[in-house]
Antibody
Framework: QVKLLQSGAALVKPGDSVKMSCKAS????????IHWVKQSHGKSLEWIGY????????NYNEKFKSKATLTVDKSSSTAYMEFSRLTSEDSAIYYC????????????WGQGVMVTVSS | DIQMTQSPPSLSASLGETVSIECRAS??????LAWYQQKSGKSPQLLIY???SLQDGVPSRFSGSGSGTQYSLKISGMQPEDEGVYYC?????????FGGGTKLELK
């Protein structure tokens, strides 16, 4: 069955970076786009960007363009997001989710990574 | 960016009651609208895509409708397991954007 397994929770200091992973299984990794979504505590969801594992092509929400970097390792079917220059506003749960090419929604989500930014 | 206005923000329904949640887009999104259910501490789960297509495994009491800028999710017969927060997502234009959410509780 399809699974997106994300890395564990992170506690980081202001100004630091964090890199989180999303390991896919149960499907052909390069057949689906991987997206990243932010959910601040008790709030709604924000789309950060996507990466096409087949081509490596990316598309970022302007709001996160200077903050997030998306990469993939096809050999291990793993997607990564690095979030830099962290502030308290970046404390949130970050999800990876996949979408089928041409299907404009996420059909499977990872379990989420809680990132806490605190000195 | 396309703004998604979701209503109501919260809702309380009795067992078996029919519930409706609305989403209005700031421009035509051509039925590129999905609905998600998020239970406490869990990831969102896809219920409906392309405005009215039921995702595999989702109970048939969930249905979606709408076109243009106005969309709705209907739950025909509230069940205890339907408690959670519901979000709409527009996938018409990047950046994809979500509604603010509707918290649904059992009365």
């Amino acid at each position: 069955q399809v699974k997106l397994l994300q890395s564990g929770a992170a506690l980081v200091k202001p100004g630091d970076s964090v890199k989180m992973s999303c390991k896919a299984s149960g499907y052909t990794f390069t057949d689906y786009i991987i997206h990243w979504v932010k959910q601040s505590h008790g709030k709604s969801l924000e789309w950060i960007g996507y990466i096409n594992p087949y081509s490596g092509g990316t598309n970022y929400n302007e709001k996160f363009k200077s903050k997030a970097t998306l990469t993939v390792d096809k050999s291990s079917s793993t997607a990564y997001m690095e979030f830099s220059r962290l502030t308290s506003e970046d404390s949130a749960i970050y999800y990876c989710a996949r979408s089928e090419y041409g299907r404009r929604c996420f059909d499977y989500w990872g379990q989420g990574v809680m990132v806490t930014v605190s000195s | 960016d396309i703004q998604m206005t979701q209503s109501p923000p919260s809702l309380s329904a009795s067992l078996g009651e029919t519930v409706s949640i609305e989403c209005r887009a700031s421009e035509d999104i051509y039925s590129n609208l999905a609905w998600y259910q998020q239970k406490s501490g869990k990831s969102p789960q896809l219920l409906i895509y392309y405005a009215s297509s039921l995702q595999d495994g989702v109970p048939s009491r969930f249905s979606g409708s709408g076109s243009g800028t106005q969309y709705s999710l209907k739950i025909s017969g509230m069940q205890p397991e339907d408690e959670g927060v519901y979000y709409c997502l527009q996938g018409s234009k990047y950046p994809w954007t979500f509604g603010g959410g509707t918290k649904l509780e059992l009365k």
